[in-house]
């Protein structure tokens, strides 16, 4: 039996552009994986999604029409269950037998054709059929019907289908947007499968003005996308289409010339591809006037609200031109062309009016603004959040350098809000931090208390840069605290996938600041500084702030390649400077490769739960009289701490963790001699509790750079 290809589409009204390539790759997917375990593709078959904005399809490669037949082995029932003691089949195999559709007419033969084999328990009886593999008519069906189901959708829509019976009537149908089509070929043949209150066949529609044909036929489901570009002027894969437009805006910036590029925005092109069935690139133009404008809103109103791709210079700065991605291709595009300015025009002349408007205020004026802006119910205003950051950044400040930078960051702190209180913010949000920047320059306030007032939002998203300066550092993570302090001290944590105040984005940038600027900076001591701001508002939360930071830090240490183990070894010890966290974790490494590690970890460990047990009673005291030693061994020991200890000791203290845990790997042979030859727990009360102050002072040298027990 050969093979044919499949060709599935639904069509529909316009699809969410946002989420048109996850639908389309979740419709094909689906498709083929059920298809696959129904045993209806070959070995070397695939699957192609095509996603456009009105229809979602899927070519799938060598389908069978009919599945193979199955050999299906069933497990009955016990032997002493089924079987009498001379051999006969009980009524109960019989019922069994009859159930599944056996041959009885000799219950003899077929107690004879029984397989008998243990089941793990007792031996059993098993009973050998063949099933009748899937036909792609009832296996299409059913995989269509679970594509449907499964299907990502952002919202869902309900309208009403009119009955196709004798009965009229109305049913309701649920899908993201209304059915219209549905196409199932094996080959040339349709496969007749409904969805939707829709039956198949081998319509569709292509584009709905420049369609050469009003309704597209499929002769082949290998012809669909040929088919679809030529007779209805539809490009229906969406990687094809994006790939054209790529191509287009590239070759209309080279026809401007001057070195401009379109401006590189991945989610604005996915969104332009799922908008467009036939994409045709015109360049278009505003006047030369708004460009005094601040460019970063002219590119945001012209990519948000107009999906336009504003054209940029050999320098990265905006020029008057920008780039329409038409979804038609008429022979005189001007109207187009014309239609496009004139659209963009009043948007332009909103953003310079806002920004005009704006610098008649200084920044500092608007502070009183913020007290009027509500921040939480529970946290207070814009205001009052603003002199808690200004606190917090002070006291970083005050760490960190001189007055200079204290006056710095204070100023920046008081300020960087001020501009959520302006039009342009009001009107386009995203620029929070953006504006701040340029008024505070048009304020006279000078590069650093500018760009500290747009970078204490950094970093925005995994990847982004860090503040500029040192003003900006601590005005971020002062920002970032308080944040994390006070919804922590409100209980307001994130839950699964819910985080609405970004806790899990605000961990992480201050993690990377104290991290990858090298802040010398105390964690707890941070957490427990940021408290006092919040008054009588807030429970202290810093031991769960804490581990949430923790826990955060721990993820991003695997994600560079550190093993679970390292870094479980190296955080369980909490280090508070975590710019120091990589060179313990190089150190770690390093110990580990040593032959003397595993031992070493190993008496660790039980080092460890020795002293656990002994600390019930009271803290261990880490003194040891040396006249109290009496084995060599626990002598020995004790000697190799004396000598070896302090250097050891001095490599921690100089930053050098790798040499330090070096040097006391030369301890796994006194060690070992010590757990053969000595017994700890001595009866002899002094005795005992001198030698559990030298595992105690063996413990605590074993474990400044790591807990070296959870290498074991």
Same mark, same amino acid.
């Given at each position: 039996?050969?093979?044919?290809?499949? &060709?599935?589409?639904?069509? !529909?009204?316009?699809?969410?552009?946002?989420?048109?390539?996850?639908?389309?790759?979740?419709?094909?997917?689906? =498709?083929? %994986?059920? =298809?696959?375990?129904?045993?209806?593709?070959?070995?070397?078959?695939?699957?192609?999604?095509?996603?456009?904005?009105?229809?979602?399809? /899927?070519?799938?490669?060598?389908?069978?029409?009919?599945?193979?037949?199955? #050999?299906?082995?069933?497990?009955?029932?016990?032997?002493?269950?089924?079987?009498?003691?001379?051999?006969?089949?009980?009524?109960?195999?019989?019922?069994?037998?009859? #159930?599944?559709?056996?041959?009885?007419?000799?219950?003899?033969?077929?107690?004879?054709?029984?397989?008998?084999?243990?089941? +793990?328990?007792?031996?059993?009886?098993?009973?050998?059929?063949?099933?009748?593999?899937?036909?792609?008519?009832? +296996?299409?069906?059913?995989?269509?019907?679970?594509?449907?189901? =499964?299907?990502?959708?952002?919202?869902?829509?309900?309208?009403?289908?009119?009955?196709?019976?004798?009965?009229?009537?109305?049913?309701?149908? $649920?899908?993201?947007?209304?059915? $219209?089509?549905?196409?199932?070929?094996?080959?040339?043949?349709?496969?007749?499968?409904? #969805?939707?209150?829709?039956?198949?066949?081998?319509?569709?529609?292509?584009?709905?003005?420049?369609?050469?044909?009003?309704?597209?036929?499929?002769?082949?489901? %290998?012809?669909?996308?040929?088919?679809?570009?030529?007779?209805?002027?539809?490009?229906?894969?969406?990687?094809?289409?994006?790939?054209?437009?790529?191509?287009?805006?590239?070759?209309?910036?080279?026809?401007?010339?001057?070195?401009?590029?379109?401006?590189?925005?991945?989610?604005?092109?996915?969104?332009?591809?799922?908008?467009?069935?036939?994409?045709?690139?015109?360049?278009?133009?505003?006047?030369?006037?708004?460009?005094?404008?601040?460019?970063?809103?002219? @590119?945001?109103?012209?990519? /948000?609200?107009?999906?336009?791709?504003?054209?940029?210079?050999?320098?990265?700065?905006?020029?008057?031109?920008?780039?329409?991605?038409?979804? @038609?291709?008429?022979?005189?595009?001007?109207?187009?062309?014309? +239609?496009?300015?004139?659209?963009?025009?009043?948007?332009?002349?909103?953003?310079?009016?806002?920004?005009?408007?704006?610098?008649?205020?200084?920044?500092?004026?608007?502070?009183?603004?913020?007290?009027?802006?509500?921040?939480?119910?529970?946290?207070?205003?814009?205001?009052?959040?603003?002199?808690?950051?200004?606190?917090?950044?002070?006291?970083?400040? *005050?760490?960190?350098?001189?007055?200079? &930078?204290?006056?710095?960051?204070?100023?920046? /702190?008081?300020?960087?809000?001020? %501009?959520?209180?302006?039009?342009?913010?009001?009107?386009?949000?995203?620029?929070?931090?953006?504006?701040?920047?340029?008024?505070?320059?048009?304020?006279?306030?000078?590069?650093?208390?500018?760009?500290? @007032?747009?970078? $204490?939002?950094?970093?925005?998203?995994?990847?982004?840069?860090?503040?500029?300066?040192?003003?900006?550092?601590?005005?971020?993570?002062?920002?970032? =605290?308080?944040?994390?302090?006070?919804?922590?001290?409100?209980?307001?944590?994130?839950?699964?996938?819910?985080?609405?105040?970004?806790?899990?984005?605000?961990?992480?940038?201050? @993690?990377?600041?104290?991290?990858?600027? $090298?802040?010398?900076?105390?964690?707890?001591?941070?957490?427990?500084?940021?408290?006092?701001?919040?008054?009588?508002?807030?429970?202290?939360?810093?031991?769960?702030?804490?581990?949430?930071?923790?826990?955060?830090?721990?993820? !991003?240490?695997?994600?560079?390649?550190?093993?679970?183990?390292?870094?479980?070894?190296?955080?369980? &010890?909490?280090?508070?400077?975590?710019?120091?966290?990589?060179?313990?974790?190089?150190?770690?490494?390093?110990?580990?490769?040593?032959?003397?590690?595993? #031992?070493?970890?190993? /008496?660790?460990?039980?080092?460890?739960?020795?002293?656990?047990?002994?600390?019930?009673?009271?803290?261990?005291?880490?003194?040891?009289?040396?006249?109290?030693?009496?084995?060599?061994?626990?002598?020995?020991?004790?000697?190799?701490?004396?000598?070896?200890?302090?250097?050891?000791?001095?490599?921690?203290?100089?930053?050098?963790?790798?040499?330090?845990?070096?040097?006391?790997?030369?301890?796994?042979?006194?060690?070992? *001699?010590?757990?053969?030859?000595?017994?700890?727990?001595?009866?002899?009360? %002094?005795?005992?509790?001198?030698?559990?102050?030298?595992?105690?002072?063996?413990?605590?040298?074993?474990?400044?750079?790591?807990?070296?027990?959870?290498?074991?």
């Amino acid at each position: 039996m050969t093979t044919q290809n499949l &060709l599935v589409e639904l069509f !529909v009204e316009e699809l969410p552009p946002k989420a048109l390539k996850k639908l389309g790759d979740a419709f094909a997917g689906v =498709l083929f %994986d059920q =298809l696959r375990a129904q045993g209806l593709v070959g070995e070397d078959s695939g699957v192609t999604a095509y996603a456009s904005p009105r229809r979602l399809a /899927a070519h799938i490669r060598h389908v069978w029409l009919k599945a193979e037949d199955k #050999a299906v082995r069933q497990k009955l029932m016990p032997v002493s269950v089924g079987l009498t003691a001379d051999g006969q089949a009980t009524p109960a195999l019989l019922k069994k037998l009859q #159930a599944l559709g056996a041959d009885l007419s000799d219950p003899a033969a077929a107690v004879a054709r029984l397989q008998r084999a243990s089941d +793990g328990k007792a031996e059993a009886l098993f009973y050998d059929s063949l099933a009748s593999g899937a036909t792609l008519d009832t +296996g299409l069906q059913k995989a269509l019907d679970e594509a449907i189901r =499964l299907l990502p959708i952002p919202k869902v829509m309900s309208y009403q289908l009119e009955t196709d019976c004798e009965l009229p009537g109305w049913s309701s149908v $649920h899908f993201v947007r209304p059915a $219209h089509g549905l196409v199932a070929l094996h080959g040339s043949t349709v496969v007749p499968v409904k #969805a939707l209150g829709l039956s198949a066949g081998r319509t569709t529609h292509g584009h709905r003005f420049e369609a050469a044909q009003p309704v597209v036929e499929m002769a082949h489901a %290998d012809q669909y996308a040929e088919t679809l570009e030529r007779d209805g002027a539809v490009i229906a894969s969406f990687d094809q289409r994006k790939a054209e437009i790529v191509r287009q805006l590239a070759q209309a910036a080279a026809r401007v010339g001057g070195g401009v590029r379109p401006i590189e925005d991945e989610a604005l092109l996915d969104e332009v591809t799922a908008l467009v069935e036939r994409p045709n690139v015109l360049v278009c133009q505003f006047e030369a006037q708004f460009l005094g404008v601040p460019q970063e809103c002219l @590119i945001l109103t012209m990519k /948000a609200n107009q999906k336009y791709f504003p054209l940029l210079d050999a320098t990265g700065k905006l020029t008057n031109q920008f780039l329409v991605v038409s979804n @038609i291709r008429p022979e005189d595009a001007s109207f187009v062309i014309g +239609g496009n300015e004139r659209v963009v025009r009043p948007r332009l002349a909103d953003a310079k009016f806002f920004f005009d408007q704006d610098r008649k205020k200084t920044l500092a004026s608007r502070v009183d603004s913020l007290s009027k802006v509500v921040y939480h119910n529970k946290l207070g205003t814009q205001g009052e959040r603003v002199e808690r950051v200004r606190a917090i950044a002070q006291a970083i400040a *005050a760490r960190l350098g001189d007055a200079q &930078l204290v006056q710095q960051a204070d100023q920046a /702190a008081l300020l960087a809000k001020t %501009d959520l209180v302006t039009d342009m913010v009001g009107e386009f949000p995203e620029l929070q931090g953006t504006m701040g920047r340029y008024y505070a320059l048009n304020d006279g306030l000078g590069a650093v208390i500018a760009d500290a @007032i747009e970078d $204490h939002y950094k970093p925005r998203f995994a990847g982004d840069e860090l503040p500029r300066n040192m003003a900006g550092v601590v005005v971020a993570l002062a920002d970032k =605290l308080e944040t994390l302090v006070g919804m922590f001290g409100i209980g307001n944590l994130p839950t699964g996938d819910r985080d609405p105040f970004a806790l899990r984005r605000h961990a992480l940038g201050v @993690i990377r600041m104290l991290v990858e600027k $090298h802040l010398p900076l105390d964690l707890d001591a941070l957490l427990a500084s940021a408290v006092p701001c919040f008054g009588e508002r807030i429970q202290d939360a810093s031991a769960p702030l804490a581990a949430f930071i923790y826990e955060r830090l721990a993820g !991003v240490l695997r994600e560079q390649g550190y093993s679970a183990q390292e870094v479980d070894a190296v955080l369980a &010890l909490r280090p508070q400077r975590l710019a120091q966290v990589g060179q313990q974790l190089a150190a770690v490494r390093a110990f580990a490769a040593l032959p003397e590690a595993p #031992a070493l970890a190993a /008496a660790n460990k039980r080092v460890g739960n020795i002293l656990k047990k002994a600390e019930v009673e009271g803290p261990v005291d880490p003194h040891v009289n040396p006249a109290l030693l009496q084995e060599q061994a626990e002598q020995d020991l004790y000697a190799a701490l004396q000598r070896f200890v302090p250097e050891a000791d001095a490599q921690f203290a100089a930053g050098d963790y790798t040499a330090s845990l070096q040097t006391l790997a030369v301890l796994r042979a006194p060690v070992d *001699a010590f757990f053969d030859d000595v017994m700890v727990n001595a009866e002899q009360l %002094d005795l005992r509790l001198n030698r559990q102050g030298l595992l105690k002072t063996l413990h605590t040298a074993m474990n400044r750079v790591a807990d070296l027990a959870r290498l074991a």
